[in-house]
Nanobody, 119 residues
């Protein structure tokens, strides 16, 4: 089983920046796509960004040009650099890992980290 540990959330003023990290640990796995999702109160969880093993990046329109996703394969870690934050970015942010283990694909989710943007 692969476990994810997230860090980096917090409270920031509008226009500010935060950097989220998500580190994967476990045995006998190979990471495929890594991504970030978020869920605001009363809303469904929504896609934010993901990055493939070949470093192709995909972003939701709402964060394009402000957020940057990256990965460090040696550390099994994915990052989300969030710039020019807006109050509507306030949510719990979850990382998602798609990984191979014994020739099967699995998904694993982090525990979530709160991001609050004040106006």
């Amino acid at each position: 089983q692969v476990q994810l540990v997230e860090s980096g959330g917090g409270l920031v003023q509008a226009g500010g920046s935060l950097r989220l990290s998500c580190a994967a640990s476990g045995s006998d796995f190979s990471i495929n796509t890594m991504g970030w999702y978020r869920q605001a109160p009363g809303n469904q969880r929504e896609f934010v960004a993901d990055i493939t093993p070949g470093d192709s990046e995909l972003y939701a329109d709402s964060v394009k040009g402000r957020f940057i996703i990256s990965r460090d394969n040696a550390k099994n870690t994915v990052y989300l650099q969030m710039n020019d934050l807006k109050p509507e970015d306030t949510a719990v942010y979850y990382c998602k890992l798609n990984y191979w283990r014994y020739e099967s694909l699995y998904d694993s989710w982090g525990q979530g980290t709160q991001v609050t943007v004040s106006s």
